[in-house]
């Protein structure tokens, strides 16, 4: 078996993930990825805005696969690296022999919002179920991943980490939300809110939680930036807490979150962060 780590990203277009992946592609660690993106070129030409990056370790390291998060067909073809991890690209998500399940998976799929012309804070999303539909999409996905791979596969579980936000703790909904944005996290954010939450007690359920090795929930602050790597002001310059003990802040880069998912999650053979509930703000 392969002793280098795949991780499949999700939603990989938005700055956090985005980021994130670019801290793979750019580290000497071996590390691969595949990412499902609805339109491949867009994560192609983000990509290439990151320093460092270049069509020729795209080439070497990523594999893109056009798809929707919310096709089951679609988000297998993510979960599945061929033996070895070597395979060509048409190879991934076929079921082969000896074809293993990805190290991680990292999702920061969220709502698209547009905005209304001459309406002042008049925002339409897209699709404002998208984390749950896409939490529901993957766990099917990776239980029938599970029920087609050889015996021989059995036992090895990815590390899922997502992008949720603050604002939705269970005993205090907006105890981690600086006071001077509660108001506008309780009007304007409300239903994005609602499908964060959604998705977290998703992923979190017992039966849910059990297909991976660990679960990790970011929830960033308000994001900045666009993720690129320029734009981080670096782990070392952030807060990070927990549900319990949050790390209350107003805002953070988009970079930043990307970093703290690569340094700390995808990295990290045992991280510090597993099964929990991460706060991040400058
Ligand atoms: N804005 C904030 O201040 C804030 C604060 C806390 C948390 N969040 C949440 O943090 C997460 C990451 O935010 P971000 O700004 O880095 O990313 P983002 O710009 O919200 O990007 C969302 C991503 O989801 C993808 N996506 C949406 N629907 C999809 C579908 N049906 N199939 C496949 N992909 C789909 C988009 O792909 P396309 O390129 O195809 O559209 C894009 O890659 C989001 O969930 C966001 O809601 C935001």
Redesign the pocket.
Known sequence: MSTTKTFAF?????????SCLAHLLLSDLGYKAIA????PQ??IDSLLRQPGITESIIADKLTIIQ????SVSDMKKILLIPRNGQGNTTAYGEKSPGAVVVDGIVS??????SFEKGKLLSVKF??LK??E??STTLITALREVYAERDQQQEGKKPILAV????GITEKDEKGDVPCLFKPGYHYLLAT?HKD?KKMEAIITSAENQALFKAVVIT??????GD?NLSTAKGLAKIRIGTEEDPAVGYFIA?AD?GEFLWEEVCKKEEPRWFGKKVTLAN
């Not at 798809?67 to 919310?70: F, I, L, M, R, V």
């Open positions: 999700i939603g990989a277009t938005g700055g956090c993930t985005n499902l993106a609805r339109t867009k994560l798809g929707d998060a919310t920061g799929v969220g709502a698209v919002p897209d699709n998208i984390t539909e896409s992008v949720s936000t603050t994005p964060k929830k960033p602050a308000f994001l900045t993720g988009r979150v």
